[in-house]
């Protein structure tokens, strides 16, 4: 089955999907960095003091993840949704209406748990439970909604800003969420929806699911948890942290910082290619097979930002990282499931997605140390690669056997020799 024919069967769930990821702009670094200039100037707010209330409320919201994100293994999908975007256009809505300087953290912890948490978590979450075949087109169509909202939003915010207001631009913010998010969900996605690729309807098993649950304390045990959380946190902390520092970033290499604008929509462009053609792949090899191989541009992007010069060098940067993270991002969703089952995915997920929040709240708190200490790029920049490189060595256990059979079989074939492939 093709694209075309899975969303033509499945248009619903996919729309949901992408409605999902693309509105989570609203929580995303990206798009609240817009509103950084208006609430320092408003409330007459530091640098340092404004990234401290993000950065706590970013991890408060990591914390509180895990134990309302497992209860999308017990609630019916609809309310769980309408829940959260409940939490969302509330946090948007007080954000607005900020008195004081105090009104800033709530705010933030709302949007960055509603926003960057749970409404990812319930695209994939329920792209991983519904399918099984096709699963990895369906993470990658959900996962569309990402690049669509860096292209399309930022330009559009600063728009509607420069009209109206930051604080009349975040009460359209809140009606467009909870406008389509309420249609859509309640008069669009059905019962009928909510079906498993062999037919069943898993939303009828949520009591039986209240009991003999999983706990995430037992996850944390398992080895599939640690061989998959050091990828999970290092992406967001890296990419996060670069992004953060991209104008810094741009000042040391002496390029033109009217490049950083060029550079991001190069990034969402690979990315949105990269998450097209990982979809059929998975579905296809399965994600074990792939899960070493999507950090390798991530490794050569971090190579062309510390060696290049020229100022080609931003988009091939850009580029790479974009192949990176939107090939990881559905590898490591369906990889989830394979290690886990699609049972308990709710809490399994609400558990990984806490390291990734958490892990973008560190990145640019730590680059920022670093920074300050004067070590600069030149220390940066091989840190990350060297960390990079092990998360890369250990990331080669998740391979199946079959897999490295074949390897091992297609090496002697076009070598003609006998000795073994070095393990990694």
């Known amino acids: 089955m093709n694209y075309l024919q899975f969303v033509r069967k499945n248009r619903e769930m996919v729309i949901f999907g992408i409605i999902m990821t693309a509105l989570s702009s609203f929580g995303q670094t990206f798009l ?26 970013t991890i408060g919201a990591a914390m509180a993840l895990p134990k309302l994100g497992k209860l999308i293994d017990s609630v019916p999908l609809q309310k769980f949704t309408l829940a959260t975007t409940a939490t969302f256009v509330i946090s948007l809505f007080f954000l607005s209406i900020s008195q004081a300087w105090w009104y800033i ?26 399918f099984d075949v096709n699963r990895g087109k369906a993470i990658s169509l959900a996962s569309l909604g990402h690049p669509l909202g860096q292209a399309i939003l930022p330009a559009i915010i600063l728009v509607v800003i420069a009209r109206v207001g930051w604080r009349e631009s975040l009460w359209l913010n809140a009606a467009i969420v909870s406008i389509v998010v309420a249609v859509f969900t309640i008069w669009v996605l059905k019962s009928e929806h ?7 309807t898993t939303e009828s098993s949520h009591e039986e699911k209240k009991v003999d649950r999983v706990r995430q304390r037992d996850i944390m045990k398992s080895k599939a948890f640690w061989l998959l959380a050091p990828n999970i946190f290092f992406i ?21 910082i009217g490049l950083a604008a060029a550079g991001l929509t ?45 100022t080609w060098g931003i988009f091939v940067y850009n580029i790479l990282m974009g192949f990176s993270v939107g090939f990881g991002s559905a590898t490591v969703a369906a990889l989830q499931v394979e290690f886990f089952g699609p049972t308990y995915i709710g809490t ?49 256990r998740a391979v199946p056997k079959y897999s490295r059979a074949k390897w091992k079989y297609k090496y002697k074939k076009v070598t003609g020799k006998k000795n073994k492939i070095p393990k990694p």
Do not use: C
């Open 32 to 57: 609240l960095a817009l509103y950084v200039p208006f609430l320092m100037e408003e409330f007459k707010l530091s640098n340092g003091l404004l990234s401290t209330f993000y950065g706590l409320a």
């Open 194 to 200: 909510l079906v498993n690729e062999s037919g069943e």
């Open 348 to 396: 399994v997920r609400s558990l990984f997605t806490s390291v990734m929040v958490l892990s973008s709240a560190i990145g640019p708190a730590l680059f920022g140390i670093f920074l300050d200490l004067g070590w600069g790029f030149q220390t940066i920049f091989p840190v990350t690669l060297v960390i990079l490189i092990l998360i890369m060595i250990q990331s080669f």
């Open 236 to 256: 967001p902390f890296a990419v996060t942290g670069l992004f953060f520092y991209q104008f810094a970033i741009i000042e040391f290499k002496g390029w033109n």
């Open 266 to 310: 190069s990034y969402a462009v690979a990315s949105f290619i990269s998450i097209l053609l990982s979809g059929p792949l998975i579905d296809r090899y399965k994600a074990k097979t792939f899960f070493p191989f999507y950090l390798f541009p991530l490794l050569g992007a971090l190579f062309v930002i510390w060696f290049v010069p020229n």
């Open 105 to 130: 953290p709530i705010a933030f912890f709302g949007l960055r748990l509603a926003g960057q948490g749970l409404y990812n978590h319930i695209a994939i979450t329920s792209m991983s439970r519904y």
